[in-house]
């Protein structure tokens, strides 16, 4: 079968770092996404990775490595706002998303 | 960025009536479409995948006959909930993606939020 994990929940210090794990096992795999979701909101695109390495983008972070089925996604300097849902998803063969369930980031002052 | 708009943004409706969902890709062509749903506390579902000019194919578990996919041209598909019941009530959210081979990203509508009474 296909599946995607990834923490439930995560807290975090404002100003410090946190790193959201992803393992995933899928049938094919073209990409990885990460994407914050607001409560109530439509999530937005943060990070695709399909390469192996980091990926870097101004606070935001994402790493694949794909013969390990691993991604993470690293935030720096954390301000209240980041508080949110983190997704992970796979783009499978056949180029549908998988979703994970997702981490509730708590951001505490 | 690629923008895709979602129509309309809330709806409240009765029972039994049907209502339509629009996603509109603004700015680039979409062959494929996705149609998600959320229900609170949980993540995003994959209903169905709207391919232009083409039947949608739904994932297992969704009634075809009660979520009708129309993907007409390449900008626009239309997600109609017939019928609707209170157990509909949810998050629907479309995305859209390029109509290339190399494009990875996927674009999100607003999602449109569906209560019914």
């Known amino acids: 079968g296909q599946n995607i994990d990834q923490p439930t929940e995560m807290t975090a210090t404002e100003g410090a770092i946190v790193q959201i794990n992803c393992t995933y096992q899928?049938?094919?795999?073209?990409?990885l996404f990460w994407y914050q979701q607001h409560a109530g909101e439509a999530p937005t695109f943060l990070s695709y990775n399909v390469l192996d390495g980091l990926e870097e983008k101004g606070r935001f972070s994402s790493f694949l490595s794909r013969s390990k089925g691993y991604s993470y996604l690293l935030l720096k300097e954390l301000q209240m706002k980041d508080s949110a849902s983190y997704l992970c998803?796979?783009?499978?063969?056949?180029?549908?998303?998988?979703w994970g369930a997702g981490t509730k980031l708590i951001i505490k002052p | 960025g690629a923008v895709v708009s979602q129509h309309p943004s809330w709806v409240i409706c009765k029972s039994g009536t049907s209502v339509k969902i629009e996603c509109r890709s603004l700015d680039f062509q979409a062959t494929t479409m996705f149609w998600y749903r959320q229900f609170p506390k949980q993540s995003l579902m994959l209903m169905a995948t709207s391919n232009e000019g083409s039947k949608a194919t739904y994932e297992q578990g969704v009634e075809k006959d009660k979520f009708l996919i129309n993907h007409a041209s390449l900008t626009l598909s239309t997600l109609t909930v017939t019928s609707a019941h209170p157990e509909d009530s949810s998050f629907y959210i479309c995305?859209?993606?390029?109509?290339?081979?190399?494009?990875?990203?996927?674009?999100f509508g607003e999602g449109s939020r569906l209560t019914v009474l």
């Open positions: 995305s859209a993606r390029e109509a290339r081979l190399d494009a990875g990203e996927l674009f």
């Open positions: 899928t049938s094919g795999f073209n990409g």
């Open positions: 998803a796979v783009m499978g063969s056949n180029y549908q998303l998988i």
